[in-house]
């Protein structure tokens, strides 16, 4: 069972670009998480998905990203017309339920190191 | 509003001797910790977690500790070795209204010095 795949791990753009992230959860998992780390923080929440539903899109920017899980393929993560501020780490994560309640962890990806020029 | 503190950014240690990390939390309502490790350029590991309804859980080397009066978690390691150096993160599943994200505080870097 392999685990959380995430690609490119590394991705450069120029500022006025787009950048695509991929995520293809652990088989069987049904919820993914994608959040993102700039350098010296913690992990920040951006969006929480299920299939061809977005959950939560709370901790994401209101302009510019989006987020989706199609019923077949990996979930994306879209920034349009980057900006310099967008570089950073971004991690995709999935379970196979919600993780209160069930004594369960979120697996993460290797990440996703987006450096904007 | 950091609602899970890590207030040490660092800690350092000699090999064979015990690590703890602390975490502080504000939110009454988180009921679940987990405990993850990431080693540079990589996703965040799992490591251990514990329920509320236990003040304890061990697993080999480490130990989380949880008290909710002081709402306060611990991670112990014991005995450190030097492929512990990592940074460890913190963190509670937030659930509200059928949503859920982890809450992450900022990490804490280990080094075990051998």
């Known amino acids: 069972n392999a685990g959380v795949m995430q690609n490119p791990r590394h991705l450069v753009r120029r500022r006025g670009q787009e950048a695509r992230l991929r995520c293809s959860p652990m088989k069987g998992h049904s919820h993914v998480y994608w959040y993102r780390q700039l350098p010296e923080e913690g992990l920040k929440f951006m969006v929480y998905l299920q299939k061809e539903n977005i959950i939560d899109e709370s901790g994401m920017p209101k302009e510019r990203f989006s987020a989706e899980f199609p019923k077949e393929g990996p979930s994306i993560l879209r920034i349009q017309q980057v900006v310099r501020g967008d570089s950073a780490a971004y991690f995709c994560?999935?379970?196979?339920?919600?993780?209160?309640?069930?004594?369960?962890?979120?697996?993460f990806g290797q990440g996703t190191r987006l450096t904007v020029v | 509003d950091q609602q899970v503190k890590q207030n040490s950014p660092s800690l350092s240690v000699q090999e064979g001797r015990i690590s703890i990390l602390n975490c502080d939390y504000t939110?009454?309502?988180?009921?679940?910790f987990l405990w993850y490790k990431k080693y540079p350029a990589e996703g965040p590991t799992f490591l251990i977690s514990?329920?509320?309804?236990?003040d304890k859980n061990e697993d080999g080397r480490f130990t989380v500790f949880l008290n909710k009066s002081a709402k306060h978690l611990s991670l112990h390691i014991v005995p450190s070795q030097p492929g512990d150096s990592a940074v460890y993160f913190c963190?509670?599943?937030?659930?509200?209204?059928?949503?859920?994200?982890?809450?992450f505080g900022k990490g804490t870097k280990l080094t075990v010095n051998p």
């Open positions: 994560a999935s379970s196979p339920y919600l993780i209160q309640g069930t004594d369960t962890e979120a697996f």
């Open positions: 963190a509670a599943p937030a659930t509200q209204g059928g949503s859920e994200k982890l809450v």
């Open positions: 514990i329920s509320s309804i236990k």
């Open positions: 939110n009454s309502m988180f009921d679940y």
